[in-house]
C-alpha cells in the first residue's frame, strides 16, 4: 500500500524536478515505511510505501530485468502468486517478493491490456522508456484513487490532490459545475473535483500520455443480469464459496491484520470466514457512540462472542472542531458522508493493533441492500398499477416549496423522485438536496457559472443500461458514482490518514462479476433485500443477525452540531461574510440552521452536514483565517 506521485512532458517542456520532493512528502501518511523515486528528462516517479508484501526488497519504482519498464503502483495484487509463477515459465526474472513487480513483466507480454489480468486494488503509473510513454490507471471499482491534472504542457499525477498542489504549479479555483454536484450528492460525481482542472481518473480505465497526446479509455464494465439455469440455492452455495476465496487471498499479509465488525450481515460474514480460516483469534475493532440511539455495539459483540475473536471497542463522545478539520483535510474534498468521523477515528485505533483490516464495504450494492432500492421497486410497480399516480405527483411537488414548513424533508424528497422521469430516478435516490433546493441555495455568481454537470452523468450512465430493469439500472449507476466517488473514497482517505490499509471481500472482481449476472428477483422482492447473499450465509452468521431488520449505520451528527460544533458553524458557515457564502446564499443557509434546531429531521440533519463540511473544507483553503491540521485524539473510550 502506497502513495503515488510524478510528471510527464510529452512535447518537450522541461519537468520541474524539484517539486517532486514536496509532493511526494504531501503523501507520508499514506506510506510511512519509505519512500522511492526516478526521474529522467520525460517522466519523474515517486511513491511513499507502507509495507504489507515483501518487507525486506519491495522498493518501489520496480523495473523490469533491462530497466526499460517501471512501475510504481498503490494496492495490491492478490493474484500475483499465480501472475508470477506462469511469468517464470516464460522466462522472466524476479528481483523483489513484491506482488506489484509483476505489472512490468505482464506489460512486456500483453502491452497495455496486462491490467485486465489483474485481481485486486490499486492505481498505479507505469512508465515504458523505450516508448517514452507513460500509463495510468485504476481498479474495477475505484478502490484506489488516482487524480490528475495538465498544466504548462506537463502532466501531473497523484493518489491525492493535496501532492498535486503541492506541485507549487496548479491553481486551486472551486469548480462551480462540480459544486452542484456536490450539493446535489453529497459528493462530486466523477471524472470532476471541486478544483478546476483536477480530474479523478475513472474506474476501470486506463490513462496513456505520449507524444500523440492523453487518450483516456475504459478496460471493464459490470456485467449485465442474465437467466441462468441455476435454482437459488445452488447459486448461494456457488456464491458462498466466492466469497471465502475472495477472503482467503485478502489474508495474505506479512505484517499484523484484522478486520472492522459493525455486527451487521456484511462485516459479521467476512470475519466468520476470518476465523475458521485462521489459528489465531482475529483481531477485530468495532466503533458506537455514548447515544443509545445510535449505538448499536450490542450487535459486533454478539459476532465477536460467536467466532471467539479478541475484540476491541471504541466509544466516541463528541466530534471537536479540530477533529472535523482534520478530517477535511484527509479528504482533500469536503467529507460530506457522516460516517467519515467514526470510520477515521476507528482506523487510527485500530492501526495500534494491526496494519491491515478486512471490512464489510460492497455489500449492499452488490446485492440490493440499500432501502431505496425497493422505494425504485415499488413506486415503479404503483406506476404500472396505478397510472394517475404521477399526475398525484406533480400536484405534489407544486406544492414542495410550501411543504419546507410542514412534513418531514424525507416525504418531499420522495415525492420529488415520484415526479422525475423514472429513467432520472436512480440520481434521485442518492441526492441529499432535491434540483429546487439547489437553486436556493447557490448565490447568484455560482448559479451563473454552473451548469447541468452532474445530471448529464448521471442521463450518461443510465442510458448504458435503459435495457435492464429500474433496481438493475440503479444498482448499476450507483455503483459508477455513489460507490466511486463517495463510499470507496471515504474508506480510502480514512484509512490511509492513519496509515491503515483496508480491503474489501466483496467486491472482489470474481465475486461481483458472479453477483452482477444473476437475475434481480434472486437479490431483491417484495418481501426483502439481499436474499441470495443472507441464503449463502446460513450457519456461518447468526439467524438473529441475518433476520434482523436493515439499519442503516447512522450518526448522530444533529447533535453534534447543535452542541460542540455549533461554534465552528457559526464561524465559518453561519457569520456575516463568511467564505462560503461566495457560493451559498447566507438567507437559504440561515434557512437551513432554523429547520436543524426546531425539527428532528434526519433529512434535514444531512443536509446541515453537507453544507458545514463544505465551509470547514473552504475556510481551511481560501478563508481568512486559515490554520494548519494539527493531529487531534478522538475523544472515546475503549474496552
Not at 441475518?546 to 457559526?570: C, I, Q, T, Y
Request: proline share 5%; net charge neutral; with cysteine.
Amino acid at each position: 500500500m502506497c502513495g503515488i506521485t510524478g510528471m510527464f512532458s510529452s512535447g518537450g517542456a522541461v519537468l520541474p524536478l524539484a517539486a517532486l520532493q514536496p509532493m511526494n512528502q504531501a503523501l507520508l501518511h499514506r506510506g510511512p515505511d519509505e519512500e522511492g523515486s526516478f526521474h529522467d528528462d520525460v517522466v519523474g516517479l515517486a511513491m511513499r510505501r507502507l509495507s504489507i508484501i515483501g518487507l525486506g526488497n519491495g522498493r518501489q519504482p520496480i523495473f523490469n530485468e533491462d530497466g526499460s519498464v517501471g512501475v510504481i503502483m498503490n494496492g495490491e495484487i492478490y493474484n500475483y502468486q499465480e501472475l508470477r509463477a506462469g511469468l517464470e515459465e516464460r522466462g522472466h526474472h524476479f528481483r523483489t517478493r513484491s506482488d506489484i513487480e509483476v505489472a512490468v513483466h505482464l506489460y512486456e507480454e500483453q502491452g497495455t491490456g496486462f491490467v485486465s489480468a489483474l485481481r485486486g486494488m490499486f492505481a498505479f503509473a507505469l512508465y515504458d522508456q523505450r516508448q517514452r510513454r507513460l500509463l495510468l490507471g485504476r481498479d474495477r471499482l475505484g478502490k484506489k484513487p488516482l487524480y490528475y491534472a495538465e498544466q504548462g504542457g506537463i502532466l501531473y499525477f497523484a493518489s491525492e490532490i493535496k501532492a498535486l498542489h503541492a506541485s507549487g504549479r496548479l491553481p486551486q479555483d472551486l469548480d462551480t459545475g462540480a459544486f452542484e454536484s456536490y450539493l446535489a450528492h453529497g459528493f462530486v460525481v466523477g471524472p470532476r473535483t471541486l478544483f478546476s482542472g483536477i480530474r479523478k481518473l475513472p474506474p476501470a480505465s486506463i490513462l496513456e500520455a505520449s507524444r500523440d497526446g492523453i487518450k483516456v479509455r475504459p478496460y471493464w464494465d459490470l456485467p449485465a443480469p442474465q437467466n441462468t439455469d441455476m435454482g437459488f440455492d445452488q447459486a448461494a452455495e456457488k456464491l458462498r464459496v466466492l466469497l471465502e476465496e475472495a477472503v482467503h487471498i485478502r489474508l495474505m499479509s506479512e505484517v499484523p491484520l484484522g478486520a472492522f465488525l459493525s455486527g451487521g450481515v456484511d462485516s459479521s460474514a467476512v470475519v466468520g470466514i476470518m476465523s475458521r480460516a485462521s489459528v489465531k483469534p482475529v483481531e477485530t475493532f468495532a466503533v458506537g457512540f455514548d447515544n443509545p440511539d445510535f449505538d448499536e455495539l450490542v450487535h459486533a459483540r454478539t459476532a465477536a462472542q460467536l467466532y471467539g475473536t479478541n475484540h476491541h471497542e471504541l466509544v466516541l463522545r463528541q466530534c471537536s472542531p479540530d477533529l472535523l478539520r482534520e478530517i477535511n483535510f484527509y479528504h482533500d474534498e469536503p467529507a460530506a458522508d457522516p460516517a467519515a468521523v467514526p470510520t477515521y477515528c476507528l482506523s487510527r485505533f485500530a492501526r495500534a493493533y494491526v496494519t491491515v483490516v478486512l471490512t464489510g464495504e460492497g455489500g449492499d450494492e452488490l446485492f440490493a441492500g440499500y432501502r431505496h432500492y425497493r422505494l425504485h421497486r415499488q413506486l415503479a410497480q404503483w406506476e404500472d398499477r396505478y397510472p394517475g399516480i404521477g399526475v398525484a405527483a406533480r400536484v405534489l411537488a407544486g406544492l414542495e416549496p410550501l411543504g419546507r414548513s410542514f412534513g418531514p424533508r424525507r416525504l418531499w424528497k420522495a415525492v420529488w423522485i415520484a415526479n422525475l422521469p423514472r429513467h432520472e430516478r436512480p440520481r434521485g435516490l442518492v441526492s441529499v438536496f432535491t434540483d429546487g433546493e439547489v437553486k436556493r441555495l447557490l448565490s447568484t455568481a455560482a448559479a451563473a457559472d454552473g451548469g447541468r454537470y452532474a445530471i448529464d452523468e448521471f442521463r450518461a450512465l443510465q442510458a448504458r443500461v435503459r435495457n435492464l430493469d429500474c433496481v438493475s439500472q440503479a444498482m448499476y449507476v450507483d455503483a459508477k458514482t455513489q460507490l466511486a466517488d463517495q463510499l470507496l473514497m471515504k474508506v480510502d482517505k480514512t484509512t490511509m490518514a492513519a496509515s491503515l490499509e483496508a480491503r474489501c471481500p466483496f467486491l472482489d472482481q470474481k465475486l461481483i462479476e458472479y453477483v452482477a449476472s444473476l437475475p434481480i428477483d434472486m437479490k431483491i422482492s417484495d418481501s426483502g433485500a439481499k436474499l441470495l447473499l443472507r441464503q449463502a450465509l446460513r450457519g456461518l452468521v447468526p439467524d438473529e443477525l441475518l433476520d434482523r431488520p436493515k439499519h442503516g449505520f447512522e450518526v448522530p451528527v444533529r447533535r453534534w452540531m447543535l452542541s460542540e460544533l455549533e461554534p465552528l458553524a457559526n464561524e465559518v458557515l453561519l457569520a456575516p461574510g463568511a467564505g462560503a457564502h461566495q457560493y451559498l446564499r447566507a438567507d437559504a443557509v440561515k434557512e437551513l440552521w432554523q429547520r436543524l434546531r426546531s425539527h428532528d429531521d434526519a433529512q434535514v440533519a444531512r443536509q446541515a452536514w453537507t453544507l458545514l463540511n463544505f465551509a470547514v473544507w473552504y475556510e481551511q483553503l481560501w478563508g481568512r483565517n486559515r490554520r494548519g491540521v494539527e493531529h487531534v485524539e478522538c475523544v472515546a473510550a475503549h474496552a
